[in-house]
């Protein structure tokens, strides 16, 4: 599986984007989809992932900070996923990946082991 991100902007706070995540590979659909980010000097974080449709049950889940605000969504017949990000906040700007796993549910980065390149988003206040 090959992950691309793109989507990244520079946007006013409060002001939305949405990211998408083209990936290869037939059997993308059953693998977990998820979303990190890294701001500067900070580590990665896991931001949202999505299960995979087939043999998972498609759940979502979300770090706290962006409950209520981001929402992650896959269209299957496109093999893309996507992460729209409303009323956006300083705070959010990073470097945000995609990446896919073979282990639902899970937050950790070390159990995806496929990576897109990132997509830049900058937040001004």
């Known amino acids: 599986v090959q992950l691309q991100a793109s989507g990244g902007g520079s946007v006013m706070a409060g002001e939305s984007l949405r990211l998408s995540c083209v990936a290869s590979?037939?059997?993308?659909?059953?693998?977990?989809v998820g979303w990190f980010r890294q701001a500067p000097g900070q580590e990665r974080e896991w931001v949202s992932i999505?299960?995979?449709?087939?043999?998972?049950?498609?759940?979502?889940r979300y770090t706290d900070s962006v409950k209520g605000r981001f929402i992650i969504s896959r269209d299957s017949t496109k093999n893309t996923a996507y992460l729209q990000m409303n009323s956006l906040k300083a705070e959010d700007a990073a470097v945000y990946y995609c990446?896919?796993?073979?282990?639902?549910?899970?937050?950790?980065?070390?159990?995806?082991?496929?990576w897109g390149r990132g997509t830049l988003v900058t937040v001004s206040s």
């Open positions: 990446a896919a796993s073979g282990h639902p549910n899970t937050v950790y980065a070390n159990e995806y082991e496929y």
């Open positions: 590979g037939r059997y993308f659909r059953n693998y977990a």
């Open positions: 999505m299960n995979g449709i087939i043999g998972n049950d498609g759940a979502t």
